[in-house]
C-alpha cells in the first residue's frame, strides 16, 4: 500500500508516538541502569517539538491549530482520568450566569488561540490574519499521554502596528470587534461612548498615507482573495466565548474592553496651537474642546491635568536633581503613541499570563519522565517596500531557527555519522552563521552597535547609528551591502539566506529604546481603575528591565503612586533594549528546541494572492529552496533518520528475536500446557547481576543480524511472488476455458508451495538499511517502518494469547461453579419431583394400600422387593433362548418382551 500525502496531523502523530517511544524507554529504565550506563539518556529523547515555518500568509497559524486539535483529540483518548483529577484540582470556574462549569484541560488550551489572535493578529498586505508576535507552546503530557497543562511563551508583540499601518491594512482584530455592530449591547457600548461610531471615526483604526498626516479608511483594502475576517461581530462573540472558558469573569472582560475603547478615543486627542508658526514648539498641551477628550478621561479613569503632563511633559534625573522639560508639539505626538503602545503591550501581556495560569494545570511532584510538545508558530521571512527595525529582528529570528535547521539535518548528521564510524559520504552545503555574526556578534553586529549608541542617550540619533554601522559592517561581511544612494538616504541591505532585503533605519534607535515615560506609569498608577492599575506595575517592571514582574500582576494589591517612581528610575545604560531582550529569548528557545527532537512543518504559498485552485511553480520553488528544503530532500535520502542506543534498541526489538528465531528454525510452538495464575505461581523476573549480563553490543549486533536475515528472506519471498503471479497470469491466459482445464484448474487442490526458510548465510546488514555504530544503531525510515510493524504485529499476536489464557481460565472457573450448582440443584429437584409424583398417586388412587403401594414401586423401579423366589421360578420357565424386543412401561423404564410365556410373567408384575 502506498503512504499517505504528508499532513499535519502526520507530524502531530510523529511526534506524540515519539514522545511515548522516549517515555516507555525511560520508563523501563531502574536507578542501577542509569548509574551503570555508559551512554546518557539524553540520547533518547522524551521531549518533541513542532515548528512551524514559511512566509508571511502560508497558513502557519492554521497549522498549529490543527496541530493542536490533533494532539487534543489524542490525549482524550487516552485512559488517564483518575491521574487527570489528581493532578488539576482547581480548574477554573466560568460564569454562566449563577452557574459554575468545569472546561477540560483540552478546550483551554484550544480555547487559548482565540484570545491571543484576538490581540496579536492583524491584517497585512499579505494575510488576513497575521500573526504580529510569536509563540512557543509547551504542551505537557503525563506518562500515559495524556494532556496535563500547558504554558505559552511570546515574543515581540509589533507594537508600531497599533498607532499606525499603511493603506490595505489593519490594526490588531480586538478594535474592530469591539467597534462592530451587534458585538455590545447598547448599555455597554453607551457606557464605553462607542455608540454611534466605527472604525473610520478613531485615529488608529485608519491607515495613514504616504505624506503621513492624510488619513484614508483602512476598509476592506486588502487586495487578497481570502475575507474571512471581515465578521467581526461574530469573532467577538468567540472571543468572549473564549474568555468565559478561561476564567474571565464579565467584569474583567468589560474592565478590558473599557481600556481598549480608552486608547481608541485617546488616540483622536490632538494638540492646541502645536502646528502654528507663532508657537517655538517648546510648549504644547492637549486640546480640551476636542469631543474624544471626555471619553478618553473618563474610561482611563484619570483627570485633565494628569494627561496633559504626562505626554507634554518629561522629567528625568539629572545627578541627584530632578529636571522637568516641556516637549514640542512631534515630541508630545510621540508621548501619545508611547503611551497608547504601552498600555497596550501591557493588556496583551496580562492576558498571556492570565492564559497560562489557566491552561498550566498543577505539576508538583510529577515524575521526571513526564515530557513535553513544544509547538513554535512565529513569524515568518518579512520583506516590505519598506523594512524597519521590526523586519530586521524577525528576518534574524527567521536566520537563527534556519541555522537550527541546517545544524539538524546537515551539521549533526554528518559529525555523528562520522563519530559512530557510519558509511557516509560528506555533502557541502550552505551555512548561514555570518549572517547571524553580521546581527548580533558581540561589539561588530548591528543590534549590538544599536545598543552601543542607545547607551549614549541623546548624543546619538539614527544618523549616527548607521554611519557606525557602515564603518563596522561594510569591510567585515560580504552579505551586507550599501551604495551610494543608499547611504545617502540611510538605508543599507543584507543578502538573507531567503534573498537581499534593504532596511531603512529610519526609527531605529527609539524602537530599540521602546521608552515609555515616566509620567505614563505615575498617570496609570493614579487611576480611579483597578484594572489600569494593574497595567502601571507592567510597564514599571519592564521599566524596571524586569519582564517577569508581570506574572500574575491580577492577584496583587494596586501600586502607590511612589512606588512607581521609585521603579522607574533607572540608568538608560543597565535598561534591555528591546533588540537584547529579543536576542536573550531567542536564545533561549534555541536552547529549548536543541533539548527536544525536532519536526518540520513548511507551509507553502501556492500564489501571491492567497487564491484557490492557482499554483505559481516559480513562487513555490523559490519557498523550497529558500527554506533549504531541497537540500533537506537531498541529504535525508541517503542519511539515517531513526536512531537507537544499543540498550534502547534490545528493549524496543528485542521481543522479535525469539519469533525470527523460531521462524529460521522451522520451530513451531507447542500447544500450551496447563498454566497456574497467581502471585505465588508467577513471580516476577529478576534482572541478572550486572557482572552477569551480555554485552549490549553484543546482544544488539546479534539481533541486527537475525533482523537484516529475515528482511533479506521477505524481500525473496515478495520476489517469488510476483514471478509466481506472473506465471499464473500466463498460464490464465493460454489455457482454453474447456470443461476438463476448468475443472482441473478450479476443483483440484493446489499443489503446496515451498516457501524459501530464512537464510542462514551471513548477511550484510547494511544493505538492508541497518548499520550498527560505535554506540547506536542507525535505521533508514522504510527499515524503521517495516520493522515497527512486525513488532506491532508480534504484541498483538502475544497479547492476544495471553488474554486467551485468561479467559480460558476465567472461562473454566465459571463452568466448573454452574457445573457444581447445576448437579447440586439437580438432586433436589429430582427428589422433589419424585415426591411430588408420589403424593399425587396417593391422592388419586382409590384402590387398596397394598396395590397403591405394588404401583409406587413398580414406578419408581424397585422391582426388587420382589421375592427372589418368584423370580427364580420365572427364570426356570424362560431357561431357553428367546426372542424379544424392549417395551417401554413408561418414565423412561425398558422391559424385554419375549415370545413364550416369559412375557405373561412380565405382566403380572
Known amino acids: 500500500a502506498t503512504a499517505p500525502p504528508p499532513h499535519v496531523f502526520g507530524v502531530a502523530d510523529a511526534a506524540y508516538r515519539g514522545m511515548m517511544r522516549g517515555l516507555d524507554f525511560v520508563r523501563t529504565r531502574t536507578e542501577q541502569d542509569k548509574k551503570q550506563d555508559d551512554v546518557s539518556s539524553a540520547d533518547v529523547f522524551a521531549n518533541q517539538s513542532i515548528l512551524v515555518s514559511g512566509e508571511s500568509g502560508a497558513g502557519k497559524t492554521v497549522t498549529t491549530r490543527y496541530i493542536m486539535q490533533y494532539l487534543a483529540a489524542l490525549s482524550k483518548k487516552v485512559d488517564d482520568s483518575h491521574l487527570y483529577h489528581q493532578n488539576d484540582r482547581h480548574p477554573p470556574q466560568l460564569l454562566d450566569g449563577s452557574k459554575n462549569n468545569q472546561s477540560s484541560i483540552e478546550q483551554r488550551v484550544l480555547q487559548s488561540n482565540t484570545i491571543l489572535e484576538s490581540f496579536g493578529n492583524a491584517r497585512t498586505l499579505r494575510n488576513d490574519n497575521s500573526s504580529r508576535f510569536g509563540k512557543f507552546i509547551e504542551l505537557r503530557f503525563s506518562e500515559r499521554g495524556r494532556l496535563m497543562g500547558a504554558s505559552i511563551d511570546t515574543y515581540l508583540l509589533e507594537k508600531a502596528r497599533i498607532v499606525s499601518h499603511t493603506c490595505g491594512e489593519r490594526t490588531y482584530h480586538v478594535f474592530y470587534q469591539v467597534l462592530a455592530k451587534g458585538s455590545l449591547s447598547a448599555a455597554d457600548r453607551k457606557n464605553f461612548f462607542i455608540h454611534n461610531t466605527s472604525a473610520e471615526d478613531f485615529a488608529i483604526t485608519t491607515a495613514m498615507a504616504a505624506d503621513g498626516k492624510h488619513k484614508q479608511s483602512s476598509g476592506n483594502q486588502s487586495q487578497l482573495c481570502q475575507s474571512g475576517f471581515d465578521d467581526h461581530a461574530k469573532m467577538f462573540g468567540e472571543l468572549r466565548t473564549a474568555m468565559n472558558v478561561m476564567g474571565l469573569t464579565r467584569q474583567e472582560q468589560m474592565e478590558i474592553f473599557r481600556v481598549v475603547c480608552g486608547l481608541l478615543h485617546l488616540s483622536n486627542l490632538t494638540l492646541e496651537d502645536a502646528f502654528l508658526d ?170 549590538t552597535i544599536l545598543d552601543e549608541q542607545c547607551m549614549l542617550g541623546m548624543r546619538c540619533n539614527d544618523r549616527t547609528f548607521v554611519s557606525a554601522v557602515y564603518d563596522k559592517c561594510k569591510s567585515s561581511s560580504d552579505r551586507f551591502q550599501a551604495n551610494t544612494k543608499q547611504k545617502a538616504q540611510g538605508k543599507f541591505s543584507i543578502r538573507h539566506y531567503a534573498g537581499i532585503v534593504e532596511y531603512d533605519t529610519a526609527g531605529f534607535m527609539e524602537k530599540n529604546k521602546d521608552e515609555i515615560p515616566m509620567e505614563a506609569s505615575e ?97 513555490v520553488v523559490d519557498q523550497l529552496r529558500c527554506g533549504g528544503i531541497l537540500e533537506a530532500i537531498r541529504v535525508s535520502r541517503a542519511g539515517f533518520p531513526q536512531r537507537y542506543t544499543f540498550e534502547h534498541f534490545v528493549a524496543r526489538f528485542g521481543v522479535l528475536s525469539s519469533t525470527l528465531n523460531a521462524a529460521s528454525s522451522g520451530y513451531q510452538p507447542c500447544r500450551p500446557q496447563r498454566i497456574k495464575l497467581g502471585p505465588i505461581n508467577t513471580p516476577l523476573k529478576q534482572k541478572a547481576p550486572l557482572k552477569y549480563r551480555p554485552d549490549p553490543k553484543k546482544e544488539c549486533e546479534t539481533l541486527v543480524k537475525l533482523i537484516a536475515r529475515w528482511i533479506v528472506t521477505e524481500r525473496e519471498k515478495q520476489t517469488q511472488g510476483i514471478l509466481e503471479d506472473e506465471e499464473d497470469e500466463e498460464t490464465c491466459q493460454t489455457d482454453s476455458l474447456s470443461p476438463r482445464s476448468f475443472w482441473k484448474n478450479h476443483q483440484s487442490p493446489p499443489k503446496s508451495k515451498k516457501s524459501p526458510k530464512i537464510i542462514q548465510t551471513p548477511v550484510e546488514v547494511s544493505k538492508v538499511g541497518i548499520q550498527v555504530g560505535a554506540t547506536k544503531v542507525f535505521l533508514l525510515q522504510e527499515t524503521f517502518d517495516t520493522i515497527e510493524r512486525v513488532r506491532g504485529q508480534v504484541l498483538s499476536v502475544n497479547a492476544t494469547k495471553i488474554a486467551s489464557l485468561i479467559r480460558m481460565f476465567l472461562s473454566r472457573v465459571r463452568y466448573l461453579a454452574m457445573l457444581r450448582a447445576f448437579r447440586r440443584d439437580g438432586k433436589t429437584k429430582t427428589r422433589r419431583r419424585l415426591a411430588d409424583e408420589i403424593e399425587m398417586l396417593r391422592s388419586a388412587s382409590d384402590t387398596k394400600e397394598n396395590d397403591c403401594n405394588r404401583s409406587v414401586n413398580t414406578f419408581v423401579g424397585s422391582y426388587e422387593s420382589k421375592s427372589f423366589s418368584h423370580l427364580e421360578k420365572m427364570s426356570s420357565n424362560c431357561s431357553e433362548p428367546q426372542e424379544f424386543q424392549w417395551v417401554s412401561v413408561g418414565h423412561g423404564r425398558f422391559v424385554k418382551r419375549g415370545q413364550s410365556a416369559c412375557f405373561d410373567n412380565f405382566q403380572a408384575l
Open 523 to 619: 498617570l496609570f498608577a493614579n487611576s480611579s481603575c483597578d484594572f489600569i492599575r494593574h497595567l502601571a506595575i507592567v510597564i514599571a517592571s519592564k521599566m524596571h528591565g524586569n519582564s517577569n514582574d508581570n506574572n500574575n500582576t491580577v492577584d496583587k494589591p494596586p501600586p502607590q503612586s511612589s512606588s512607581i517612581k521609585r521603579r522607574a528610575f533607572k540608568s538608560s545604560i543597565s535598561r534591555v533594549s528591546v533588540g537584547g531582550q529579543f536576542a536573550c529569548q531567542l536564545q533561549k528557545l534555541r536552547r529549548r528546541i536543541d533539548e527536544t527532537h525536532p519536526h518540520y512543518v513548511r507551509c507553502l504559498k501556492p500564489n501571491d494572492q492567497l487564491r484557490p485552485d492557482r499554483f505559481d511553480p516559480n513562487i
Open 278 to 447: 507663532a508657537n517655538d514648539g517648546e510648549e504644547c498641551y492637549l486640546n480640551k474642546n476636542h469631543s474624544s477628550l471626555g471619553p478618553a478621561l473618563t474610561l482611563l479613569g484619570v483627570s485633565y491635568e494628569a494627561l496633559n503632563t504626562a505626554v507634554t511633559r518629561v522629567q528625568f534625573k539629572a545627578v541627584d536633581e530632578l529636571v522637568k522639560k516641556h516637549l514640542n508639539s512631534a515630541q508630545a505626538v510621540r508621548a501619545v503613541q508611547a503611551l497608547i503602545k504601552g498600555a497596550y503591550d501591557s493588556i496583551f501581556s496580562l492576558l498571556v499570563n492570565r492564559v497560562n495560569s489557566s491552561i498550566v494545570g498543577s505539576f508538583e511532584g510529577r515524575h521526571s519522565t513526564a515530557a513535553f510538545i513544544g509547538l513554535l508558530d512565529i513569524f515568518g521571512f518579512e520583506s516590505f517596500d519598506k523594512n524597519s527595525f521590526e523586519q530586521l529582528c524577525i528576518n534574524y529570528c527567521n536566520e537563527s531557527l534556519q541555522q537550527q535547521f541546517n545544524r539538524f539535518v546537515f551539521k549533526l548528521e554528518q559529525q555523528e555519522y562520522k563519530r559512530e564510524g557510519i558509511n557516509w559520504e560528506f555533502i557541502e552545503f550552505a551555512d548561514n552563521q555570518d549572517i547571524l555574526d553580521l546581527i548580533d556578534k558581540k561589539h561588530g553586529g548591528i543590534l
